[in-house]
């Protein structure tokens, strides 16, 4: 499913109207009854108690009008409090403003923080709200009357509908732009809107219906959005069937390069993930002294000792051993556990501009390109780069805080400056592609904010590479499956507590359940 940005959505808007030739006044009016057939699905009961609508200048508030009068005529009590005159109001959304009246719904202005003022006491009455102040075009702070109402409504503690989206959401980045609506649904018309799959956009939108307004999806191909939610169906189609008469030589061999003093285990789990995703064969290889230890820690895993300039630290003849490990192999993982040795970093750049497989670079192995990045640019193979918020900021020199500000443009940035895919991990994970498309995935939970979660996605995106799946195609499936597990372990063991190890293991039911159309 396409998600859409602002932009994106006005251009659909207008393509519909102006090329499809379907009217302005018929889309408000089909979002109109759309949206009140979800406020009747969750909030029936509560609107007999009497329905406030509280709406702004533009189509937004041109919605709520076609709300208001498709409860009135269904009997419920409801009132709309318009921040503004209406001489104001224009175009569609005077339009259906004006008929307002002949529905019997009462209209109260409240254009200033005065005048919303004295409205409140009648506005605490309302059991249940529809939120029709802002449209999806809001991208900067909320000021004066419009935040004044948004506090207040939030206040209030009540039920709130909001039309498209949550108003004060900025609907690219999913970031309250000052002060926000709280919904406990949305109606959102067409598609859903970036803001709304992303935190903290997730937390304020509540419930997501996307609700049929009309819009042709011929027209939505030509307009060609370039984000889309993941979905199961996409992801089966990715990893499909296993033929009947396969084998360990046609399944694929990984090569994992991890591990340092400290951190065996995320070598270990990269590895044995691969191996629980279905590849065929891995090969570990990691520092000469630590291999003794890889032994012990892994069984179906085949390991191998590389040169080390100190103990379980892998020095510069690392690199011809690992380039010549790679020949025959399918996939190379490499960073997890990697160690920051300076030694280590030195050689990292060479292997990467001289690897003949695809990679995936995680952890460690990103670090090394903290503002270096342009090593990483053009390279000869497909790579797959898995960073979380903070090794994405230091790959772009800047703070973690500043990438979670906004996750899609940093991670599109990033995959498109580079030319590779990226994998920026955190809640609703994203996919981002060399062509500027970005993937929103819908799986996972808070309880994976625990180690060697991001080893274990490491390893399952190799392992499906080394069976043959495309990159990008990889690194959707890997992600989506790694939070199904995940979810799964969170439903059936408890919210958190679980461990990496324990959603690793997981992985095979989750493909079982995906291939059964679970």
């Avoid at 209030?156 to 959401?169: E, H, K, M, Q, Y």
């Avoid at 609506?181 to 956009?201: D, H, M, N, W």
Wanted: proline letters at 6%; charged letters at 15%; one cysteine or more.
């Amino acid at each position: 499913m396409y998600a859409v940005t602002s932009a994106e959505m006005q251009t659909l808007d207008r393509l519909t109207i102006d090329e499809f030739g379907l009217p302005g006044r018929l889309l408000m009016e089909n979002a109109g009854r759309e949206a009140t057939r979800v406020f009747l699905a969750h909030f029936a009961d509560r609107a007999q108690q009497g329905v406030g609508v509280i709406a702004g200048r533009g189509n937004n508030g041109g919605d709520g009008y076609v709300i208001a009068r498709c409860l009135a005529h269904k009997g419920f009590p409801v009132r709309v409090y318009l921040l503004s005159t209406v001489d104001r109001i224009q175009g569609d959304a005077a339009v259906n403003l004006n008929l307002l009246a002949a529905a019997g719904v009462p209209l109260i202005e409240a254009p200033d923080e005065a005048a919303f003022s004295r409205c409140q006491p009648g506005m605490r009455e309302a059991a249940v709200w529809v939120d029709a102040i802002f449209g999806t075009g809001l991208h900067s702070e909320v000021r004066g009357v419009f935040r004044q109402a948004i506090e207040f409504i939030n206040q209030l503690n009540r039920p709130v509908l909001a039309v498209d989206i949550p108003s004060g959401l900025d609907a690219d980045t999913g970031q309250p732009c000052g002060a926000c609506i709280r919904a406990s649904a949305t109606a959102t018309f067409a598609y859903p809107k970036v803001g709304q799959l992303v935190f903290p956009g997730v937390d304020v939108t509540g419930r997501l219906e996307v609700v049929d307004i009309g819009i042709p999806p011929a027209i939505a191909d030509r307009a060609r959005p370039r984000q889309h939610l993941l979905s199961a169906d996409m992801v089966r189609g990715y990893v499909g069937q296993r033929p009947a008469d396969a084998h360990k030589g046609r399944t694929g061999h990984l090569l994992v390069v991890a591990g340092s003093p400290g951190k065996t285990g995320a070598a270990a789990m990269t590895a044995a993930s691969a191996l629980r995703i279905g590849a065929g064969l891995v090969t570990l290889g990691t520092a000469a002294s630590l291999h003794a230890v890889m032994e012990t820690l892994t069984l179906e895993v085949m390991t191998t000792s590389l040169p080390e300039s100190a103990p379980g630290i892998l020095g510069p003849a690392a690199k011809d051993a690992i380039l010549e490990l790679a020949q025959g192999k399918a996939c190379l993982a490499l960073g997890p556990g990697l160690g920051p040795a300076p030694e280590t970093g030195a050689w990292v750049g060479a292997l990467v501009r001289s690897s003949p497989i695809p990679m995936v670079i995680d952890a460690d192995g990103l670090n090394y390109f903290a503002g270096a990045t342009e090593a990483l640019r053009n390279l000869p193979v497909a790579t797959v780069l898995t960073p979380h918020p903070g090794e994405m900021a230091r790959l772009l020199g800047t703070t973690a805080s500043a990438v979670q500000r906004d996750r899609v443009a940093c991670a599109r940035d990033l995959a498109v400056g580079l030319n590779l895919h990226v994998v920026l991990k955190g809640a609703r994970t994203l996919i981002a592609h060399p062509d500027g498309t970005v993937w929103i995935n819908p799986t996972g939970n808070s309880g994976m904010a625990s180690g060697g979660m991001g080893d274990v996605l490491t390893g399952a995106l190799a392992g499906l590479i080394a069976q043959g799946l495309r990159p990008e195609l990889a690194a959707r499936a890997a992600v989506y499956l790694h939070g199904a597990a995940a979810d799964h372990l969170a439903r059936s063991v408890g919210p958190w507590g679980y461990l990496a190890s324990e959603v690793m293991n997981a992985l095979p039911a989750q493909i079982a359940a995906l291939i059964a159309g679970g």
